[in-house]
């Protein structure tokens, strides 16, 4: 679909962005909701800039272009994992008694 000629490209809509990231493989395939989103905010920015012509306004900048998603790898890679071992309680124990605790 990216390969045909009339693929606005990747910066065109968010939908455009989605279909781009599949492409390139980034994420997941999705499902039909998610590629009923796509096509719907492909087909509204179409109408949008339409309405704009035909109405002489200015062309919308789009403000947003989507980073590509990242995967589950890449949003743990940074995170320490912590200790699952619990601390020994032995030493707590030895340093909270008191010197009188010892002469009973």
Not at 19 to 45: F, M, P, V
Not at 77 to 90: C, G, I, K
Request: net charge negative; no cysteine.
């Amino acid at each position: 679909m990216t390969a045909q000629p009339y693929f606005a490209g990747r910066t065109y809509s968010e939908g455009d962005a989605y279909i781009s990231d599949l492409q390139k493989r980034i994420g997941s395939k999705g499902n039909a909701a998610k590629w009923r989103w796509a096509s719907t905010d492909h087909h509204l920015t179409v109408n949008v800039e339409a309405i704009a012509e035909m109405y002489g306004m200015a062309k919308a900048i789009p403000t947003v272009v989507r980073e590509p998603t990242a995967t589950q790898i890449d949003m743990f890679a940074e995170l320490d994992s912590p200790a699952t071992v619990p601390e020994p309680q032995f030493e707590r124990l030895v340093e909270s008694r008191s010197p009188d605790d010892e002469k009973k």
